[in-house]
């Protein structure tokens, strides 16, 4: 069925670089995705969304990037600290409103 | 923002008792929720979808009998695992669609279920 999925299962960064997360997604129809910041133990945490008529968009130290020609979604920190260490996942809202995850990035944020 | 409250937060229960968890939108009103479950180093996985004032959605393989969806106002729905067994322990989350927004959901804090 149609999923979306991570490139990379662990990212390590030195504090202070900047950090890119990867996702793919396979269904093309999707018109909505949103990245969450998952730590240990608690629930998603919403970070950035972005609409499928737009390419980039900014947030506070954070980016997502779309490239709908080849269905890639990636999120960009600046300036990684160390309390950006967690799960990062992707999503994709499927049109229902039920939202759709990738498999997760843990990223590890080397002081 | 949006605040969706989960309760409880940990639970312990013996096999074959039922254990129920609340989600509840505090500030905003939401006709739809969903549960999903989590399993350790794994991600989201839609379970239902919870609809007020009607009967829940559930995914392809999830029980509705053994998981049973109460959405009876619009800030609360209920999650109840009936006769539990060790391997429905997981964390369970609920989250809310506020109408209004783009889109997004927000998410309670999670329910980790620990069935002994």
């Known amino acids: 069925g149609e999923s979306v999925g991570l490139h990379l299962p662990t990212l390590s960064v030195q504090e202070g670089d900047n950090s890119i997360i990867n996702c793919a997604y396979s269904?093309?129809?999707?018109?909505?995705f949103i990245w969450y910041k998952q730590e240990s133990g608690k629930g998603p945490q919403f970070i950035i969304d972005?609409?499928?008529?737009?390419d980039k968009r900014q947030g506070q130290r954070v980016t997502v990037l779309l490239n709908k020609t080849v269905k890639h979604l990636s999120l960009q920190i600046a300036a990684t600290q160390p309390g950006d260490s967690a799960v990062y996942f992707c999503a994709e809202n499927t049109g229902r409103r039920a939202l759709t995850f990738g498999s997760g990035t843990r990223l590890q944020v080397q002081p | 923002g949006a605040v969706v409250s989960q309760h409880p937060s940990w639970v312990i229960c013996k096999s074959g008792t039922s254990v129920k968890i609340e989600c509840r939108s505090l500030?905003?009103?939401?006709?739809?929720m969903f549960w999903y479950r989590q399993f350790p180093k794994q991600s989201l996985m839609l379970m239902a979808t919870s609809n007020e004032g009607s009967k829940a959605t559930y995914e392809q393989g999830v029980e509705k009998d053994k998981f049973l969806i109460n959405h009876a106002s619009l800030t609360l729905s209920t999650l109840t695992v009936t006769s539990a067994h060790p391997e429905d322990s997981s964390f369970y989350i609920c989250s809310a669609f506020a109408s209004g927004t783009s889109g997004g959901q927000y998410f309670g804090a999670g329910t980790r279920l620990s069935v002994l």
């Open positions: 269904n093309s129809a999707s018109d909505y």
């Open positions: 972005i609409r499928s008529n737009m």
């Open positions: 500030d905003f009103q939401a006709t739809t």
